[in-house]
């Protein structure tokens, strides 16, 4: 079965400063790999997605990730952080060719960005 | 484009109360359409899932059920509401070829 952990739950950085959040996942199965963000009492919008191919995926934002299968991990880093990435952001993921479309989710980080 | 709305937006209701929020999907035919909730802390939990009319699937073993009358309708109910019914409800949906899941607003729903 896939799991997805996301190490830490609260992560603090300064305005400018780089932002990292960390995503290590479990799948038996190539895996695709999903990272979406919540503003408060919002849903959830898409940032950036694995499916195959590039390693080094771009989102939105100015966010990006790394698929990194022999650490099993999908970070989400940003050069320069703004006050407006004050939110939470989630890491998913789905085993491929697996007939279902369940997404698992972790627990979420929530970022916040000190001027 | 397509777009996805939930409501209320808002739900405060006393525990034994029945409970009916609704998800609805427009710009796009035979969607899979899915149930969260979100407690603090814990993430987002699948709750049901839908590849079609009137198909449903459940995840988690509780006291709420979901149908799907219509192709791009999601309806969430309950009987008798819980304490530990309260949370945040979203709802998404996927096309039927995609993994790509898109959220609607979610319901703040309050159980007091």
């Known amino acids: 079965a896939q799991s997805v952990t996301q190490l830490g739950s609260h992560v603090s950085v300064s305005e400018g400063a780089l932002v990292l959040l960390r995503c290590n996942y479990s799948?038996?199965?190539?895996?695709?790999l999903f990272w979406y963000v919540q503003y408060p009492n919002q849903g959830l919008q898409l940032l950036l997605k694995?499916?195959?191919?590039?390693?080094l995926v771009k989102g939105i934002n100015g966010f990006e990730a790394e698929f990194k299968k022999s650490e099993t991990s999908f970070h989400l880093t940003k050069p320069s952080a703004h006050m407006s990435d004050a939110a939470e952001y989630f890491c998913?993921?789905?085993?491929?060719?697996?007939?279902?479309?369940?997404?698992?989710f972790g627990k979420g980080t929530k970022l916040s960005v000190i001027p | 484009s397509q777009t996805i709305h939930q409501w209320p937006a808002t739900l405060v209701q006393p525990v034994g109360s029945p409970l009916s929020l609704e998800c609805t999907v427009e710009?796009?035919?035979?969607?899979?359409l899915y149930w969260y909730r979100q407690a603090a802390g814990r993430g987002l939990q699948l709750l049901f899932y839908?590849?079609?009319?009137?198909?449903i699937s459940s995840e988690v073993p509780q006291n709420l059920s979901a149908s799907r009358p219509q192709d791009r309708q999601f309806i969430l109910s309950s009987k008798k509401l819980l304490l530990s019914d309260s949370g945040f409800y979203l709802c998404?949906?996927?096309?039927?070829?995609?993994?790509?899941?898109?959220f609607g607003p979610g319901t703040r729903l309050t159980v007091t």
């Open positions: 998404a949906w996927s096309r039927q070829d995609s993994y790509e899941q898109y």
């Open positions: 799948s038996s199965v190539p895996p695709y």
């Open positions: 694995y499916t195959t191919g590039a390693t």
């Open positions: 998913a993921v789905i085993e491929s060719g697996a007939g279902s479309y369940q997404l698992t």
């Open positions: 710009g796009t035919s035979n969607p899979n």
């Open positions: 839908s590849v079609g009319i009137g198909q």
